[in-house]
């Protein structure tokens, strides 16, 4: 078993920056690929970015392009996704994702079905 406890969410003003903090804990070798999605109200939950096991790979979705870095320790115990340039439709509940199953691509993980594990998410909220 992996347990994810995000941190670092909070209210921020448009175009300010933000860094969410996602601490991994238990069985943390199993994982492979790492993650983060985001919810806002009434929508689904959406991909904003993952990072391979050893943390030489990145992939983003187009809407946080430019404005996010996500990276990780080589422990593997600490995620970070740093936000700049943050927008009102940033807003949503930020979670912290883990996976155990290895894909050739980086963007396999641009999907909610290869985590298997969940923090319970974090609250951002960008105040325009």
């Known amino acids: 078993q992996v347990q994810l406890v995000e941190s670092g969410g909070g209210l921020v003003q448009a175009v300010g920056s933000l860094r969410l903090s996602c601490a991994a804990s238990?069985?943390?070798?199993?994982?492979?690929?790492m993650g983060w999605f985001r919810q806002a109200p009434g929508k689904e939950r959406e991909f904003v970015a993952t990072?391979?096991?050893?943390?030489?790979?990145?992939y983003y979705a187009d809407f946080v392009k430019g404005r996010c870095t996500i990276s990780r320790d080589n422990a593997k115990t600490t995620l970070i996704l740093q936000m700049d340039s943050l927008k009102s439709e940033d807003t949503a509940v930020y979670y912290c994702?883990?996976?155990?199953?290895?894909?050739?691509?980086?963007?396999?993980?641009?999907?909610?079905?290869?985590?298997?594990?969940w923090g319970q998410g974090i609250q951002v909220t960008v105040s325009s």
């Open positions: 990072i391979s096991w050893r943390g030489d790979n990145t």
């Open positions: 994702a883990a996976s155990t199953k290895l894909y050739l691509h980086i963007t396999e993980y641009a999907r909610m079905n290869p985590y298997d594990y």
């Open positions: 238990g069985h943390t070798a199993s994982t492979d690929a």
